[in-house]
């Protein structure tokens, strides 16, 4: 029995085709990477991918970017618009399942193996309670797990998208300067690649990718110098290092800032949990003591947040893995 799987963001969609073993287990039989980018919609980047494997597929589900709304959704950064029924009926897939791509990370956080997380926070984890993942990546995605009657519930949320709450006076001004520009300002205006981009602008560094940054900022940490020249350097570096190790500092302070709320908001004693590319990337042990300092700053909660396991997931495939588990489960009801 064939399983169709899929991540669809607004940088990069993942698709897999699965086998449903008899024991339960999944085993994956081709797996894609697409630039999102590089497709009108996402029916013909469906149709490449099927005509790689003409088998028939018993259920899919699609992790997406964006809200879903009985069983139609669109991506919050593209003009793909999917509607479950028509994507079973089009592709023959049987049950199709469209989940926010965080409800879909949320729930392939039990199928990762132990060494695709790193620590760190230790905490004092409480197996039965709450979970959260957050990840920055083209946005800002959140989902919270609980444990009800012996299985594992995944709440939906699109608390990227809540407004974004300075916890100093450079984060204010940040505030201010982003406030000018286009009225409201969103947790996600800030935590995410785009995000980090504005704030290295907003420090006056120009505009730079998020990557340009991350390696100027981490040169800059390591050496204390500009990027060294010659054949070793990175094309597209970027020339302001000192701005960049300010502009992710900062970035990492407003991330734990808003995690240890969301942990806070669930009492997440269960983990916390990072997700997304970009803190896989960019989070090293000096930047997890940055993030980790405004996390636990919480005043009289203090040790409650410091009580909170966060984990860093190192695993790109997170949200592919959970679309199969989600796949998987379509089949049992």
Request: glycine share 12%; net charge neutral.
């Amino acid at each position: 029995m064939m399983l169709l799987g899929g991540d669809l963001g607004g940088t990069k969609t993942l698709l897999a085709l699965a086998e449903l073993r008899a024991d339960g287990a999944l085993a994956i039989v081709d797996e894609v990477r697409y630039a999102s980018a590089d497709w009108p919609d996402f029916a013909p980047l469906l149709a490449d991918f099927r005509a790689r494997h003409k088998v028939p597929v018993s259920a899919a589900c699609f992790g997406l970017a964006g809200p879903v709304d009985a069983g139609t959704a669109k991506l919050t950064y593209l003009p793909w618009r999917l509607d479950a029924q028509a994507l079973a009926a089009d592709f023959a897939l049987g049950r199709v399942a469209l989940v926010n791509d965080f409800v879909a990370a949320a729930s392939g956080i039990e199928l990762l193996p132990a060494n695709a997380c790193a620590t760190l926070q230790a905490g004092a984890p409480l197996a039965e309670a709450p979970r959260v993942v957050v990840g920055a990546g083209t946005g800002l995605g959140v989902a919270g797990v609980l444990r009800h009657a012996d299985e594992t519930v995944v709440v939906a949320g699109e608390g990227g998208h809540q407004g974004f709450s300075p916890q100093s006076a450079e984060q204010a001004a940040l505030w201010q300067h982003l406030f000018a520009q286009h009225g409201r300002v969103t947790a996600e205006d800030i935590i995410s690649g785009p995000g980090l981009a504005r704030v290295h602008a907003f420090l006056g560094g120009g505009n730079w990718s998020p990557a340009a940054i991350g390696t100027a900022a981490k040169q800059h940490g390591a050496a204390g110098t500009q990027p060294k020249a010659g054949p070793d350097a990175v094309s597209d570096a970027c020339p302001h290092p000192a701005t960049a190790a300010a502009a992710l500092s900062l970035w990492l302070s407003a991330y734990g800032a808003f995690a240890g709320d969301l942990a806070l908001s669930w009492l997440a004693r269960g983990g916390v949990y990072l997700a997304g590319g970009i803190a896989g990337k960019l989070i090293g042990d000096a930047e997890a003591a940055t993030f980790l300092a405004a996390f636990n700053a919480k005043r009289e909660h203090r040790a409650l947040a410091e009580a909170m396991p966060v984990r860093l997931v190192r695993e790109e495939r997170l949200g592919l893995l959970g679309a199969l588990a989600k796949a998987r489960a379509l089949l049992r009801r």
